[in-house]
Structures are given as structure tokens and as C-alpha cells.
């Protein structure tokens, strides 16, 4: 689902380092605690469905917040925080607190999503355009070999039992995971198309600053 939303977000704006969007758009997840690079705090305290403060990581690399990674890994942020406010409004959030046993059948869901949005969408040379991907930037909350590492757990979702396209998902329609990527794509293009633009004094995260 990153992978596609970062995909989107490249295509619209004629970003031509495609693998390295790409790249961006997983690196946020090559740690297992993921507090520091996905931006988490407590700026929105009565709001869990809003710990995700992508302002700051607007702020903190704004002179280089243009390149394709790390643009990719602000769509990332963008695609949590809309992901975050889905399950918290929705209940699901407390819902996974309450009955543990969901959370397989959460990941198993993910595992079907693979199959079935690469037989759907990535047809025209996602996994080609990631795998070329070698570019990394310095940035505190990463490391280079982490992420580097994480790109190979990400090509090898490309690779699924062909059965998991036909199978149902258990807690999610695949419409409403459909639904889900409409939404996360343009508001990801919405906060990065300022940025691209040089409209970044214009952008409503420059008051993370």
C-alpha cells in the first residue's frame, strides 16, 4: 500500500527518481521501534488518532524535503496518520486492545492485500523501480543497512501464493482497502505538492517550525 500511494504521489508530479520515492516510502518501517522515524509525539495529546506530527519531519529537513526518498517517506507519515484516523473513529483501535486475536487476522488481511493490489495495480515495473532503488540520504532516525535489509522484506511481498488473490479477507472488504488508498494518495499529494512546488511558507505544517 505504500509502495502505491508514494507511486501515485511520483506519477502526479513527474518525479523521475521513481525507485528512490520508492525507497522512501518503506524506510519508515525499517525499524522495529518505529517512534522516532515515524514522528510520533504528543502535540495532539486528546487525539490518539493523531500522533503522527509529519510537521516536524516537514520542518526538521525542509531544505532537502524535495528529494524523491524523502518525499516518499513524508507520503509514509501521511498514509499512517490517515490509516490511524480510520481505525481510531471506526473503534478498530480499541477493538485490537480488547481481542488480541485480531491482531493475526489484521496482519493475515495485509498479507492478502499484497497479493491482490500487486495483481490489480503493480503491473508496470513497481518491483523493477524498487529493486534498482540504492539511494539513501543521512537522516538521524535511519540506518543505512536497516533500510537496505527492510527493501528485501519489501520485494519479497512481490512473491505470494497465488491463492492469497482469491481469498477473503477476514476483517476488511478490499473496497473499503481501496477506499483507504484513494484517500491516503491525494492527501499525501495535498501535503507534498506545496513542497515540490517551493510553496513550503504557504504549507499549514510550516507552524511545526
Known sequence: M???????????LSIKQRGEMLLGAIAPDAKSEKNDTHFVGDRFKYGVNRRWEYGRFIMKYKE???????????THLVADEVWAMKSYFSGFEERLKNDPTLYERY????????????EKYASDGLYEALNSAVYIPSIDELDEKNVLEFKKHALDDFNYPIEH??????????EEILAYLERSAYRALDVCRPLFTGNIKMHPYALFD
Open 165 to 174: 488473490v482469491e481469498q477473503e479477507l477476514s476483517i476488511f472488504s478490499f
Open 2 to 12: 505504500h509502495l502505491l500511494i508514494s507511486d501515485f504521489v511520483c506519477k502526479e
Open 107 to 118: 496482519h493475515q488481511d495485509f498479507r492478502l492485500c499484497n497479493a491482490k493490489l500487486n
Open 64 to 74: 532537502r524535503i524535495t528529494e524523491p526518498f524523502m518525499l516518499g517517506y513524508l
